[in-house]
């Protein structure tokens, strides 16, 4: 198998990372392989054919030509309390690849053994964990989110400690770049200006370069990465997904989603849901995100604040706060422009009118009052007509008070008239950003069940396979739309670490 390594973080100063070899396990065999994505990456040779050539690559008992396996140090506040020095503690970066566009990407191993930054952890990933960010990273893909993505799982042939002995697994997963905001306050709070500078930097070079010429390229990177993560968190928020843990060592500068662990997507709707079981104060649930986001976007800038103004100048930083707070306070107006951009397509609005926050925010009452299925609400809203019909019975049969969601399709449904929308039109275009099919917690649970009690992965492969288009209905999957039965509701999701 090969793969064109070029491994630019390795060439940082090695104060960033921790060369480290992957620790070889038992019996690694396949669970799948992405090979759409493997394409793109330009991932070849016969040997992709070849599943224990894969297992043994990808669990780490093969370490492929060119790659410098490294582990990368990191701080992050976790829960708001800060932790000096986190890192790479069950992750190891292979190495950085560039596909025949000249794109960049990191490959990594997660689960593959110990590294210095493991403290009391050894390293390993559990299979449940693996399968999950399998599913609902590959799933975010499809549904239009950034994020990183999924290449490989596999099962290890050993057991790891959890709250029980549980079988072991590697994910390999591929991003843009995994450095995070916490990777930037593991040196600003050691001191080290010029490693901030380096890092900004690379990052710059790596994925903002138009901020490079720039009268001031480091406040031109902020701007950027509010920017990208506005637009991350919107996406999240306009389809249900819950991160669970929005530390900022979860938070990449690259604006990819990062670090899937206690995530889940809402099945019925409610501002304050919450299924992270270490969050034990609701501080990540589903409307704080927003605000969360601002709030590590705050931890990034304090670490960039020495890079924005001549210090001469500005002895006292005022000038330099000044510019971030500015930036700061973009991130609300931008994250809202975002947000409602998003809810008016979902809708089937083409145009912006002044009390469209107002119709969003009274449909999410009423789903919230109501009990209603996120996902479903806005599938059975884009399958409705201008004028009311037996079509809106599905849409009704979600509020266990019809007559207020009935009051709000009136409104609706005159909002419609008014922008003369064309029904095929609409309904084309909301069935395109309103998904089907989401990884419903009850299905991941069900496919991680039967995975590791009984080491079958048939309902992995077609809870994944259905996720792959999730804008279009599959006739015979219709058991994949809908929400679960009282007695299959996930209330707490775990991280597995
Ligand atoms: P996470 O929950 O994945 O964001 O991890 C937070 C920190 O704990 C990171 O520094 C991880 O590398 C580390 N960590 C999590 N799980 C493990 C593990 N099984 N072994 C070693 N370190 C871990
Ligand atoms: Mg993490």
Same mark, same amino acid.
């Not at 590791?452 to 996720?467: G, I, M, R, T």
């Given at each position: ?120 952890? =050894? ?268 079509? =809106? ?105």
């Amino acid at each position: 198998m090969d793969l064109k390594f070029e491994n630019s973080f390795a060439q940082l100063p090695s104060y960033f990372y921790s060369r480290t070899q992957a620790t070889a396990v038992k019996d690694p065999k396949l669970i799948i392989f992405n090979q759409t994505l493997a394409e793109q990456l330009g991932v070849s040779g016969d040997l992709t054919n070849d599943n224990n050539h894969l297992a043994q690559i990808f669990s780490g008992n093969l370490c492929p030509t060119g790659a410098e396996p490294l582990a990368t140090v990191y701080a992050g506040h976790q829960f708001g309390g800060f932790s000096p020095q986190l890192g790479d503690g069950r992750a190891l970066l292979l190495g950085e690849t560039v596909t025949a566009n000249g794109e960049h990407f990191d490959i990594q191993l997660k689960g593959a053994g110990p590294t210095p930054y493991s403290r009391n952890g =050894d390293g390993r990933s559990a299979l449940g964990p693996v399968l999950r960010e399998y599913l609902v990273s590959e799933a975010m893909h499809k549904l239009g989110v950034e994020t990183t993505r999924a290449l490989v799982a596999v099962t290890t042939g050993e057991e790891v400690a959890r709250e029980r002995l549980v079988a072991g697994g590697v994910i390999t997963r591929v991003a843009k770049g995994f450095v995070r905001v916490g990777s930037f306050e593991y040196f600003s709070s050691q001191g080290n200006q010029e490693a901030v500078k380096q890092l900004a930097d690379y990052e710059i070079a790596r994925h903002f370069p138009e901020t490079k010429n720039t009268d001031n390229p480091y406040v031109a990177f902020l701007a950027a990465v509010i920017d990208k993560q506005a637009k991350l968190i919107a996406q999240w928020m306009s389809i249900g997904f819950i991160h669970g843990v929005m530390n900022t060592d979860n938070m990449a500068i690259s604006g990819e989603t990062i670090d899937y662990g206690p995530c889940a997507f809402m099945d019925e709707f409610s501002h304050k849901r919450v299924y992270s079981s270490i969050d034990r104060n609701g501080r990540y649930a589903y409307s704080n995100q927003p605000q969360i986001g601002q709030w590590n976007l705050v931890r990034l800038a304090e670490t960039l604040l020495p890079l924005f103004a001549n210090r001469d100048k500005d002895p006292e930083g005022k000038v330099a706060v000044g510019i971030a707070e500015e930036l700061l306070n973009d991130y609300q107006e931008k994250y809202q422009a975002y947000w409602l951009s998003g809810l008016r397509r979902k809708l089937g609005l083409r145009t912006a009118q002044e009390q469209d926050l107002t119709l969003v925010d009274n449909l999410l009452n009423i789903m919230e009052q109501n009990n209603a299925d996120f996902t479903l609400t806005f599938y059975y809203l884009s399958q409705l007509s201008e004028e009311g019909s037996a079509k =809106d019975e599905p849409l009704q049969k979600l509020f266990t008070q019809p007559n207020e969601i009935n009051t709000w399709l009136t409104t609706w449904r005159k909002r419609l008239a008014d922008e003369s929308s064309i029904d095929k039109k609409r309904q084309t275009s909301m069935q395109s950003v309103n998904p089907i099919y989401i990884p419903r917690n009850h299905q991941i649970e069900k496919a991680i069940r039967l995975a590791e009690d009984q080491n079958d992965f048939s309902a992995f492969h077609s809870l994944n396979s259905v996720l792959q288009n999730p804008f279009s209905y599959q006739p015979g999957k219709e058991n994949y739309m809908l929400p679960p039965k009282s007695d299959e509701v996930v209330h707490q999701t775990f991280c597995g670490t």
